[in-house]
C-alpha cells in the first residue's frame, strides 16, 4: 500500500492528521514518559510561530472523557486514543462520573464539550438512562446534570473490556467518530 492510498483510507475514516509514532508531539511523549532529544525530532524548533491543525481544531471544541481511570495496558490504549485524535493535553481532560457535576467547569467562552462515558454504569449515572451499554451506544445522550442540558454524552465500552475483547476496537472508533461529528456539529 502507498502513502496516497493511506491518506485515502484515512480520510475516509475522519483523520485528517497523521505522524510517525516515532515522531509523536512531545505533549504525547511526555504523557507516555519518554524523553525526546533535539537528534530524535530533527533539530530546533523554528524561530517563527506556526498554527498547526491540532491548534486550530482547540477552538472546535473538548473532550471529557469519563469512567474508572485507565491503569496499565488501557492507560496505553488510552493514551494512544489521544494521540490518535490529535488532541493536545488542553482538549482534554478526565473526569470521575461519581462527582456531582459543576456546571461552573463548563468554559464561559461558548467552547463546546463532548463527553464520552467508558462504560454503562458511567454513561447510566451520567444520563440517568437504564438501558444497558448496547443500548446507549451509537446514540447522542445529554449529560443529565443542573446546567449541563445541552452536554452530549456518547457511551462506548470500558478500556479494560477492548483489552480483552479486541474485535469490540472497531466498535469503539466508531463511537469515537461519533463523538468528533457531534462535536464539529455543535
Given at each position: 500500500m502507498n502513502?496516497?492510498?493511506?491518506?485515502?483510507?484515512?480520510?475516509?475514516?475522519?483523520?485528517?492528521?497523521?505522524?510517525?509514532?516515532?515522531?509523536?508531539?512531545?505533549?504525547?511523549?511526555?504523557?507516555?514518559?519518554?524523553?525526546?532529544?533535539?537528534?530524535?525530532?530533527?533539530?530546533?524548533?523554528?524561530?517563527?510561530?506556526?498554527?498547526?491543525?491540532?491548534?486550530?481544531?482547540?477552538?472546535?471544541?473538548?473532550?471529557?472523557?469519563?469512567?474508572?481511570?485507565?491503569?496499565?495496558?488501557?492507560e496505553v490504549?488510552?493514551?494512544?486514543?489521544?494521540?490518535?485524535?490529535?488532541?493536545?493535553?488542553?482538549?482534554?481532560?478526565?473526569?470521575?462520573?461519581?462527582?456531582?457535576?459543576?456546571?461552573?467547569?463548563?468554559?464561559?467562552?461558548?467552547?463546546?464539550?463532548?463527553?464520552?462515558?467508558?462504560?454503562?454504569?458511567?454513561?447510566?449515572?451520567?444520563?440517568?438512562?437504564?438501558?444497558?451499554?448496547?443500548?446507549?451506544r451509537e446514540?447522542?445522550?445529554?449529560?443529565?446534570?443542573?446546567?449541563?442540558?445541552?452536554?452530549?454524552?456518547?457511551?462506548?465500552?470500558?478500556?479494560?473490556?477492548?483489552?480483552?475483547?479486541?474485535?469490540?476496537?472497531?466498535?469503539?472508533?466508531?463511537?469515537?467518530?461519533?463523538?468528533?461529528?457531534?462535536?464539529?456539529?455543535?
Amino acid at each position: 500500500m502507498n502513502m496516497s492510498t493511506n491518506s485515502i483510507f484515512l480520510k475516509e475514516m475522519g483523520i485528517t492528521e497523521w505522524t510517525s509514532r516515532d515522531a509523536a508531539p512531545e505533549h504525547v511523549q511526555a504523557m507516555l514518559g519518554t524523553q525526546v532529544s533535539d537528534d530524535q525530532v530533527g533539530g530546533a524548533a523554528p524561530a517563527s510561530p506556526v498554527v498547526t491543525e491540532a491548534q486550530e481544531r482547540h477552538a472546535l471544541g473538548i473532550w471529557w472523557f469519563f469512567g474508572n481511570k485507565p491503569q496499565g495496558d488501557a492507560e496505553v490504549l488510552f493514551l494512544n486514543t489521544i494521540r490518535t485524535l490529535g488532541l493536545t493535553p488542553q482538549e482534554w481532560s478526565w473526569k470521575n462520573p461519581a462527582d456531582k457535576f459543576n456546571p461552573e467547569l463548563l468554559p464561559q467562552d461558548g467552547t463546546p464539550i463532548v463527553a464520552l462515558a467508558f462504560g454503562g454504569a458511567a454513561t447510566q449515572k451520567l444520563s440517568g438512562e437504564r438501558d444497558a451499554l448496547p443500548e446507549l451506544r451509537e446514540t447522542v445522550l445529554a449529560v443529565n446534570a443542573d446546567g449541563a442540558e445541552d452536554l452530549p454524552l456518547i457511551a462506548t465500552f470500558e478500556l479494560s473490556q477492548l483489552l480483552s475483547r479486541p474485535k469490540d476496537k472497531a466498535l469503539f472508533w466508531q463511537d469515537l467518530l461519533l463523538a468528533k461529528s457531534v462535536l464539529q456539529n455543535i
